[in-house]
């Protein structure tokens, strides 16, 4: 299957820095890239959807200007969590597909922890 | 009422048996049907994927989909100790990509 890479796999950062997350497709051209969160024994929560060139659309509840989404090219988006704090630690994962009716594919997630 | 319901388990089930994993979902246009793993602490891998009414299989794994009962489900076949693990279910819309996630299903197989 297709290959998205996720790095940092985890990071560890004091509140109120800032933490940026990498997600690349390697193999394929990622129209959409999608950033879930996943606290401990809960499922997916969709953050936002990122499409390249435009601006990321945010779930609800989801602060857009504490959570900067950028993806700049076909392979890469990036995920900033600014002022990080506590609440915040968490499972991250991207996800990407190519076409409107792709499965989905996982970076390997990134475990953050906000002390 | 969620929009992808999945029983919380843990199932347990025999090593060698089947396993049988439920979903169901809200959206009746909902379009493509996923099922993936989850190990603690590692991203979902994606083990099956069904569009169509009826019974996929790959190896071990069936996915059945019944689009008039809203209701997709996963088999595993002679389950292994190493097929312990949250089974998502996953469902998108269609005509665009957003994909729903159930809370997913622990599976638990004994030795």
């Known amino acids: 299957g297709a290959v998205v890479s996720q790095h940092p796999s985890w990071v560890i950062c004091k509140s109120g820095t800032s933490v940026k997350i990498e997600c690349r497709s390697l193999d394929f051209q990622a129209t959409t890239m999608f950033w879930y969160r996943q606290f401990p024994k809960q499922s997916l929560m969709l953050m936002a959807t990122s499409n390249e060139g435009s601006k990321a659309t945010y779930e609800q509840g989801v602060e857009k200007d504490k959570f900067l989404i950028n993806h700049a090219s076909l392979t890469l988006s990036t995920l900033t969590v600014t002022s990080a704090h506590p609440e915040d630690s968490s499972f991250y994962i991207c996800?990407?597909?190519?076409?409107?009716?792709?499965?989905?594919?996982f970076g390997s997630g990134t475990q953050l922890s906000v002390l | 009422q969620k929009e992808v319901e999945q029983n919380s388990g843990p199932l347990s089930v025999p090593e060698g048996a089947i396993a049988s994993l439920n979903c169901t979902y809200s959206d009746r246009g909902s379009q493509s049907f996923f099922w993936y793993r989850q190990y603690s602490g590692k991203s979902p891998e994606l083990i099956m994927f069904i569009y169509s009414n009826g019974d996929k299989e790959d190896g071990r794994f069936t996915a059945q989909l019944n689009k008039a009962s809203q209701y997709v489900s996963l088999l595993i076949r002679d389950s292994q100790p190493s097929d312990s693990a949250t089974y998502l279910c996953a469902v998108q819309p269609g005509g665009y990509q957003k994909v729903t996630f159930g809370t997913g299903t622990k599976l638990q197989v004994i030795p």
């Open positions: 996800s990407a597909s190519s076409s409107s009716n792709e499965k989905l594919f």
